[in-house]
């Protein structure tokens, strides 16, 4: 099966729900709002387009990393495999588009942030730390 992978930049636009399913698995999740902007020359000013709707789930370590570290309002950058769920509603067919999440972060063209790591629980952690960068003198 081919992936859609997808990296989208928005504001967190619901404060990130957090669960724990019947077999421990944890996942957090919310909307992703992105509209996407022009410059107008003729009238000499930036302009919003159509504003896009994603719903976002991370899980396992994760998703707890997300639940601590978001909240509604703030901007992100979002990187994950895209789907799509398809639901009748009295209005008619809805569709949600759906990231599963493999990498998220504040937005840093928006505002500072300052990072924490965290320490791998139990539940495991599948990523491994960052090799240490080589001294400045050293990589010249």
Do not use: Y
């Amino acid at each position: 099966m081919n992936d859609l992978t997808i990296s989208v930049t928005g504001w967190v636009a619901t404060d990130p729900k957090h669960i724990v399913g019947p077999t421990g698995t944890r996942l957090t999740s919310f909307r992703l709002a992105s509209t996407a902007r022009h410059f107008d020359r003729t009238r000499q000013e930036w302009t919003d387009g159509k504003t896009e709707w994603f719903t976002v789930r991370v899980f396992r370590e994760a998703a707890i990393n997300v639940k601590d570290s978001l909240a509604k309002g703030q901007p992100v950058v979002v990187r994950g495999r895209l789907s799509t769920h398809d639901w009748d509603s009295d209005t008619g067919q809805r569709t949600d588009l759906i990231i599963d999440a493999d990498a998220i972060g504040h937005d840093l063209t928006k505002g500072v942030a300052t990072f924490t790591r965290t320490q791998p629980t139990a539940l495991g952690c599948d990523t491994e730390p960052a090799p240490e960068a080589p001294e400045a003198s050293a990589a010249a």
